[in-house]
């Protein structure tokens, strides 16, 4: 799992709270090579066309040193990374009903990315971000992505994550969030296709009211290893978070759920709920998760959960007497799981077309 | 109030679809909004959730000083030349001296963990290994000496004896000073002795069981307990023995600047049945003292073993005890377990799973007041199919303490068709103290049922009132329906002195968190 002898093992998401080591749950391998070269990223889209929005090149420093100087992001090295290897950086101010959509393709002749954004939502506005990288067949790819997301009074943004991955892929995304009064962030992420991605999500809740809302869909399929790493602070009154990760794991894939939700002194009246739902559908698979909760803060209400199982045979069998062969009743119960999520994505086709490749996945198992 | 979740879910997908509305229009609700924020946090009269209130235990008896005499005092600190003290003191095989001196290399050598709370303080240069009191050990109540009965019996213990238990060893210091037992169990071939007794008349039996479970290599602690591990119980219970009444150790720690580190080893053979309670007190000095004992349990098959304990240190104790039990084929074990003192605690008792049907039941009280940072938590290992774990634990930090629960659940290769749940509640009684859970649960096999407080949908009703009709209590019948499985147990304790902590375990806490 962790390779300590050949290849240096630079740990990354380091829990903040850290726990018994054998476990092997106090981090992940961030997969850092000092030796990466810079290279060119020439083709992506941001899309859709004809929407009006306000990007630039040049990034915003204040959220420079949001990212930078905070506590967030996978580690320093791969922040440093991020930032001295750069081949795609953009600061947007969004305004209501922007919808900024990067698809980031990893292909031949393009297999790294190394990409920096920016959002910043104006006061009182409604935004969608969304980035979907996806990656080719047989193209060993490597992304090292930091989104910095600033939400001031009223703001509301919907950030969408697709991680269309292959077996031969790099994933590291790392995401800083800093919600002010009445800041509403809904993160809607999808990680599917094998290979090895480390999401570390971070977020600091100064403001009063403000709400944190992430649903995880996650398939493991062939060797591919998925570490989900959540890290909030509740610091202001009546904060509200919840985090989801709903999926399930195929072949020999592995998953690794480390959520903490951490009420500061002075968080009263705040609600952290945060829950991992797995199914299990391989001997060889591995689950993992370790919901934490700290809690400095006597009136709040927090709650966590972890499930782990097989398919339900009961929900199976109706199914099945309703005419569905087994595989079909198989792929629709794993979908249901992940329907949640994939609804809040904004493109009807791009989430038919997902349901659909994740139906066929588990049908053709 | 948060906002409105159900009315941003509605529009979420809308968002990107153009605006109909216009700047002014976008302003004015935003100012809306920020308005009626403002307002509520101008007046913000948050009203606190109900919450259980609990009182502070009551110290009183435990906190009973005697005069310190002694017979034998090793030196603070620890090296080979204490270590070979201690054993010639107590006039030991060379084959435990030994022991004794390969788990000092391997204390040496470690470091302390690298998670939870600080253990700096700990420093063998202040503590005395070894001391024994002035007493021989007696089989007979009144040869103890009377200051030493004096604080058994206001403990509560002889008395308790009398009523309830099979058998009572009480250790004073470093030594035990009484053991007996009733004559009917020394006919079934339970041996039920100290531990210092038992490897010199037992060596065969203990030399095959002890130290294999918990190993020196464990961590710091338990390598620190082997080179000076003293006192202690043994517990044999042959095939098919099934016991009706407990056992019962107690151990008080009196002199200052001491350490306390006996070792239990109970066996308990094939289709045999035993409840072992044990209780630990010290009364508070301003100097450190440090337990770090070790208890070893060997379920057999079929076999049902109860261990409860009342850890009640003192203040200014650490208290980094470890417990582990190995369950074979169709064996139970249950733990209860209460932890009130000590200054420092960090207590996970383990339950290894090895033999198909094992199961491990756990339900835990940890009670942190002012000064206390309390990490306690339970272990269940399944590495054999169709093994059952509970895990109930119940962590209450008040006036500045701090309680945390850290579960472990590690299911195996080959534990297909095992079944785990976990239920923690926190509960904190005012913004001064702190709680954290963090519960660690790794799989291996796709053939679980594993669940940690994930109740997935609503309960049916109908099959929880069913349960109910049919004499089962709504949170057994409701725990049934979740997992397929709960066996009623009763969990109370025999004891008149623990009948503050039955109160808390069957406390229903409200306005806990987790």
């Given at each position: 799992m962790t390779s300590k002898t050949k290849e240096q093992y630079y740990p990354g998401s380091i829990l903040p709270s850290r726990t018994l080591n054998w476990l092997n749950l106090n981090d992940t391998n961030s997969y850092y090579d000092p030796k990466r070269d810079q290279a060119p990223y020439k083709d992506w889209v941001l899309g859709p066309e004809g929407k009006e929005r306000n990007i630039s090149q040049d990034l915003d420093p204040d959220l420079e040193e949001l990212l930078m100087k905070g506590?967030?992001?996978?580690s320093p090295q791969i922040l440093e990374e991020n930032r001295d290897k750069c081949n795609l950086q953009d600061y947007a101010l969004m305004d209501e009903a922007h919808f900024n959509r990067f698809d980031l393709p990893l292909k031949e002749g393009q297999a790294q990315l190394i990409d920096r954004h920016q959002i910043r939502v104006k006061e009182g506005r409604r935004a969608v971000a969304m980035f979907d990288l996806h990656a080719e067949d047989g193209v060993a790819g490597y992304r090292n992505g930091t989104i910095t997301i600033d939400l001031p009074e009223d703001a509301l943004l919907h950030l969408v994550i697709l991680d269309r991955l292959n077996d031969a892929t790099t994933n590291n995304l790392s995401i800083v969030a800093n919600l002010a009064d009445g800041a509403v962030l809904y993160v809607s992420h999808v990680e599917k296709g094998g290979g090895k991605s480390n999401f570390n999500f971070g977020c600091d809740m100064p403001g009063f009211e403000s709400l944190l809302d992430i649903s995880t869909a996650f398939l493991g399929e062939g060797k591919g290893d998925l570490d989900l790493y959540y890290d909030v602070n509740q610091i202001a009154p009546y904060t509200d978070v919840k985090i989801v990760a709903n999926g399930a794991l195929l072949d020999e894939s592995r998953k690794n759920f480390r959520g903490t939700i951490d009420f500061k002194e002075?968080?009263?009246?705040a609600v952290g709920d945060e829950a991992s739902y797995t199914i299990l559908m391989n001997d060889k698979v591995k689950d993992l998760a370790i919901p934490i909760l700290l809690c400095h803060e006597d009136d709040v209400v927090g709650n966590h959960a972890a499930s782990a199982g097989q398919l339900d045979e009961d929900m199976l069998f109706y199914v099945q007497t309703r005419g569905i062969p087994r595989k079909e009743a198989e792929g629709m119960i794993v979908e249901a799981r992940m329907v949640p999520t994939l609804d809040r994505i904004p493109d009807p086709d791009l989430r038919e077309s997902l349901q659909k490749q994740i139906h066929e996945r588990i049908v053709q198992r | 109030m948060p906002k409105d979740r159900k009315r941003i879910e509605q529009f979420l997908p809308y968002i990107a679809n153009g605006h109909p509305l216009t700047d002014e229009e976008i302003e004015f609700r935003r100012q809306e909004e920020k308005e009626a924020r403002d307002h509520r946090k101008k007046y913000d009269d948050f009203k606190p959730r109900k919450k259980s209130q609990i009182e502070d235990m009551e110290r009183g008896v435990y906190d009973l000083k005697n005069k310190f005499e002694y017979e034998y005092k090793t030196e603070t600190g620890l090296n080979e030349e204490i270590v070979r003290e201690i054993s010639a003191e107590k006039e030991e095989p060379d084959w435990v001296l030994q022991k004794r001196l390969d788990a000092l290399k391997v204390f040496q050598k470690s470091k302390n963990p690298?998670?939870?709370?600080?253990?700096?303080?700990?420093?063998?240069?202040?503590?005395?290994?070894y001391v024994r009191p002035k007493a021989q050990k007696a089989r007979d109540w009144k040869d103890v000496p009377d200051e030493i009965r004096d604080t058994f019996d206001k403990l509560g213990i002889p008395e308790a004896e009398l009523d309830y238990l099979s058998g009572v060893g009480a250790q004073y210091d470093s030594e035990i000073v009484y053991h007996k037992m009733k004559d009917y169990l020394l006919e079934s071939g339970v041996v039920y002795t100290d531990f210092e007794s038992a490897v010199r008349e037992y060596p065969d039996i203990v030399k095959k069981y002890f130290g294999k479970l918990i190993t020196p290599q464990l961590h710091r602690y338990a390598a620190l307990h082997y080179a000076v591990w003293s006192g202690g119980s043994f517990v044999y219970v042959p095939k098919g023995v099934k016991l009706d009444v407990p056992l019962q150790s107690y151990f008080r720690l009196n002199a200052p600047g001491a350490g306390q580190f006996e070792h239990t080893l109970i066996i308990v053979e094939d289709d045999a049945a035993v409840h072992f309670i044990e209780g630990c007190s010290a009364p508070k000095y301003n100097t450190l003292n440090l337990h770090a004992g070790a208890v070893e349990i060997y379920v057999g098959k079929n076999a049902k073993m109860r261990f409860s304990t009342i850890e009640n240190w003192s203040r200014n104790m650490y208290n980094l005890n470890t417990k582990r039990a190995r369950v074979e084929e169709g064996g139970k074990i249950e733990w209860i377990s209460g932890s009130f003192g000590s200054a420092l605690s960090m207590l996970y008792p383990a339950s290894i799973l090895v033999g198909e049907g094992a199961s491990s039941d756990f339900t835990g009280i940890t009670f942190a007041g002012h000064g206390q940072y309390l990490d306690t938590g339970a272990q269940a290992i399944h590495l054999a199919p169709n093994t059952k774990s509970n895990i109930d634990s119940k962590s209450i930090s008040k006036g500045g303490g701090v309680s945390n629960y850290r579960g472990t659940v590690v299911i195996g290769k080959?534990?297909?068709g095992s079944k785990s749940n976990t239920n923690c509640e926190s509960l904190m009684l005012d913004a001064d103290s702190r709680t954290d859970t963090i519960p660690g649960i790794t799989i291996d096999n796709e053939d679980v049922d594993l669940g940690h407080e994930a109740k997935i949908g609503k309960i049916d009703e109908d099959a929880v009132f069913y349960l109910m009709a049919r004499g089962i209590p709504e949170k057994e019948a409701e725990a049934m329906i979740v997992r397929g499985f709960a066996e009623p147990v009763a969990?109370?304790?025999?004891?008149e002195y623990a009948v503050e902590m039955n109160n808390l375990i069957n406390l229903e806490l409200e306005g806990a968190i987790g």
């Open positions: 506590s967030h992001g996978i002075g968080s009263y009246g | 690298t998670w939870g709370p600080d253990l700096s303080a700990v420093d063998m240069n202040k503590i005395s290994a080959n534990a297909a969990r109370e304790l025999p004891m």
